[in-house]
């Protein structure tokens, strides 16, 4: 486990997706198990989005809390 803190922190709604810079790493602050989010995966392209959200909602992360960092952790 690393004690790397995200760089933004906030209610994952499809308005906050939308406003996210392409590239950032996104992970749901929803858990599979202790140390398995849900949702983790690179901020696509905005012509993707859409995808990407259903994605999102088909796990159940959205409208939860998520971190944002600037590049995947390890």
Do not use: H
Not at 9 to 32: A, I
Not at 33 to 52: D, G, H, L, M
Not at 57 to 72: E, G, H, T
């Amino acid at each position: 486990m690393t004690d790397i803190k995200p760089t933004k922190r906030g209610k994952l709604s499809k308005k906050f997706l939308m406003d996210l810079k392409e590239g950032l790493y996104l992970v749901s602050n929803v858990y599979d198990s202790p140390y398995k989010p849900v949702y983790v995966e690179k901020v696509v392209p905005r012509k993707a989005r859409e995808e990407q959200w259903k994605r999102i909602v088909n796990v159940k992360a959205n409208n939860r809390l998520c971190d944002i960092f600037p590049s995947k952790q390890v």
